[in-house]
């Protein structure tokens, strides 16, 4: 287990729900750690004290906003995360469309210490999370080829929340994956819909 997977919502929730959430004159921001890093959804990194925490404590499990989630909408940007960024900023009242993730922790063995991984990663490294902008000839590569099911492979899109259990902001886990020769990744996407 992951730390900070507790924040992960139990397996009955829906995997898309919408939410509505106003902010009042009390809070200035929404209280949300955001990665905009993927085109078409943001990745929710933290939800901290603001209209999000509030609605959270008024809400059922299956309409809460959790660490990980990905947004697809924010009232009229869909598809959009720059869009959808702008209407947080523009907007104070939002209508969400979320979709829990899909976690995964990938047990990866026998990489030799000089051959290349093979991940490229989303330009300017941010956030708590390295996302997989797509694979190049190297080790994950091969490592994909000999996994049977697809859903245990490593994709574009992915988001690597940990390696060896330790979360950490995306250059340092850069740092840890460029060393390790056998490793667990925990990986999060959206869940299939």
Not at 18 to 29: E, F, I, N, Y
Not at 70 to 85: P, R, T
Not at 116 to 135: I, M, S, Y
């Amino acid at each position: 287990k992951v730390s900070g997977m507790a924040d992960s919502p139990p397996s009955h929730t829906p995997r898309e729900f919408t939410l509505a959430v106003k902010r009042g004159p009390q809070h200035k921001a929404w209280g949300l750690d955001l990665s905009s890093q993927l085109r078409d959804a943001l990745f929710v990194e933290d939800v901290r004290p603001g209209p999000f925490q509030d609605a959270n404590e008024r809400a059922g499990v299956e309409a809460e906003l959790r660490r990980f989630d990905f947004i697809l909408a924010v009232n009229d940007a869909v598809g959009d995360s720059v869009k959808m960024m702008e209407n947080f900023g523009s907007d104070d009242e939002v209508i969400l469309r979320v979709r829990r993730p899909t976690q995964r922790a990938l047990d990866i063995k026998g990489r030799i210490p000089s051959q290349p991984l093979g991940l490229v990663f989303l330009r300017g490294l941010k956030g708590q999370a390295l996302v997989v902008a797509r694979l190049d000839a190297g080790f994950l590569l091969e490592w994909n080829k000999s996994v049977a099911n697809e859903d245990w492979r490593i994709r574009t899109g992915d988001h690597i929340i940990a390696v060896e259990g330790r979360r950490g902001k995306a250059h340092e886990l850069v740092a840890k994956l460029e060393q390790a020769t056998s490793f667990q990744l925990s990986v999060v996407r959206p869940a299939a819909g």
